[in-house]
């Protein structure tokens, strides 16, 4: 078994198409057909796909239906994280996701498909969504929250050097990480309280702005021990370089943007 995750999606095969660079980057063309091939190519049925976010532009559920469905019919069990443009997804209602479209994790139901629930929604297999809980992957818990980071707007001088930002937006930016860091305290608890100790964290915001060496969320994978620290959302060249790549204190992180990785799945474990 191998352990695979891609982040930022972006489906929209009922919503409306809301960036413009999906329209004109040549990386997004035909980009959900790419991405299919590869992972027929690399992932097998008892493999594991972890999604970090950012699955598509449906508002609704209903209008998300059709790129869950897309996402059901890909080999592997799948595991979601909730991305800043998953609008379909309450993070209060999670529970309610996993009841309709997933079984317990590694349980008899979760891996047989034709007994459970989620074929009600005509999904291919089941979909596990991933806040406040966690995913066991062989002697691993897979923990994650969406996360959050400050993105400005920053003051810039002639020189393009940043002289400051909008301390209003920065405050308000602040109550949103405390809230996902908690989040994802729960997620590694609840994984330590049965008996797991070792991690792969996965968020969908970098880890860190661009005005950051270290944070909150690098501070609480050492102090749980993560070997790994995996995100999404950074989008384009100019941004691939935003956050952490490469090991620091001891943990790896890694950004696996879908067109950061041209749409081949990065194998984690």
């Given amino acids: 078994m191998s352990l695979y995750t891609i982040g930022d999606l972006h489906l929209h095969f009922l919503a409306p198409l809301k960036a413009q660079n999906q329209l004109k980057d040549r990386v997004w063309k035909n980009h959900e057909k790419k991405f299919e091939k590869y992972c027929r190519a690399l992932i097998r049925e008892d493999d594991t796909l972890l999604l970090a976010g950012d699955h598509s532009w449906g508002r609704t559920l209903q209008e998300a239906m059709p790129d869950l469905k897309y996402i059901s019919e890909l080999p592997g069990r799948k595991i979601l994280l909730r991305g800043n443009h998953d609008m379909f997804w309450d ?34 297999s089941p979909l596990y969504f991933l806040q406040n809980n966690y995913y ?12 959050f980071t400050f993105e400005g707007p920053f003051y810039l001088n002639r020189s393009g050097r940043i002289i400051g930002w909008d ?6 930016a602040r109550k949103l990480i405390e809230r996902e860091l908690g989040r994802l305290r729960i997620s590694f608890e609840k ?4 008996g797991y100790r070792k991690f792969i964290m996965f968020l969908h915001y970098p880890p860190t702005d661009i005005l950051e060496e270290e944070s909150v969320f690098t501070r609480m994978a050492e102090e749980f021990g993560a070997e790994q620290v995996i995100y999404a959302h950074s989008h384009g060249e100019s941004r691939f370089h935003d956050s ?11 950004l696996v943007s879908g067109d950061f990785l041209k749409w081949h799945p990065y194998q984690v474990l």
């Fill in 91 to 124: 993070a209060a209602k999670t529970d309610q996701l996993n009841e309709r479209f997933s079984a317990s994790p590694g349980s008899t139901e979760a891996d047989s498909p034709g007994t459970a629930a989620w074929q009600d929604a005509d999904l291919a």
């Fill in 136 to 147: 066991p992957y062989e002697d691993y818990a897979l923990v994650g929250t969406k996360g």
């Fill in 191 to 194: 994984a330590r309280a049965d």
């Fill in 244 to 254: 952490i790549l490469g090991e620091m204190n001891g943990v790896r992180y890694q």
């Fill in 167 to 172: 301390e209003e937006k920065e405050t308000h």
